[in-house]
């Protein structure tokens, strides 16, 4: 009958630790198990923030959770549009670098959180107000659709009753500082969509501007 081994009074020595290192885009985390098995024991974990593209003086970056445009560089951007048999032979006109028209923002861990588009703004009262934001601002009473109509921004909605969107748009004009009669409410009988789903804001408007 052989002997088990132990690495201490009482306790049978069934291998040595597992350690497993987890590398992220802005993270390192250390996890050291007591042994491996079908339900191992984590005997330390800790995770270290890299913070990368914190200091926007030094690196160009923004900090983390901070909105601006997306900007996609690599080898793998195309080489530009072509409308026709003589665009194919204008060779790379993006030189690796894609402007995508998107805003986002970047967290502490490196991950991507697209927040709206660039051209997606209304200038009420002297301030830039972003229709995204304020559609996701909204869409916690209902859903909503919002364009610009020069002086004013329209908020297309389904609702039958608008007592709860006006009081929250009430509360956004206030937080803005511009004049609640900045939002005009349009009932519709359906938001248009495109056939991915996302909003057709040319065929909106045709619904809104009547």
Request: proline share 4%; with cysteine.
């Amino acid at each position: 009958m052989s002997r088990a081994k132990t690495d201490s009074p009482g306790r049978l020595y069934n291998g040595p630790p597992l350690a497993v290192v987890d590398i992220g885009s802005n993270s390192v985390r250390l996890v050291v198990y007591e042994r491996l098995s079908r339900s191992p024991t984590a005997l330390f974990n800790e995770e270290a923030l890299c913070g990368l593209g914190r200091e926007v003086q030094t690196t160009g970056l923004l900090p983390a959770d901070a909105v601006g445009t997306v900007v996609y560089e690599g080898r793998n951007v195309m080489l530009g549009y072509a409308t026709s048999r003589d665009d194919l032979g204008k060779g790379d006109e993006m030189n690796g670098r894609l402007e995508t028209g998107d805003l986002g923002r970047m967290d502490i861990e490196g991950f991507l959180y697209l927040t709206g588009r660039t051209k997606r703004f209304a200038k009420i009262a002297g301030y830039r107000l972003g229709l995204d934001e304020i559609e996701q601002e909204l869409f916690a009473v209902c859903p909503v659709a919002c364009l610009d109509l020069g002086e004013k921004i329209a908020v297309a909605h389904e609702q039958e009753s608008e007592t709860a969107l006006k009081a929250r748009v009430r509360e956004l004009a206030d937080s803005y500082k511009v004049p609640s009669s900045s939002f005009a409410l349009r009932k519709i009988a359906q938001i248009p969509r495109a056939s991915s789903g996302k909003i057709d804001y040319a065929r909106l408007k045709d619904l809104v501007s009547v």
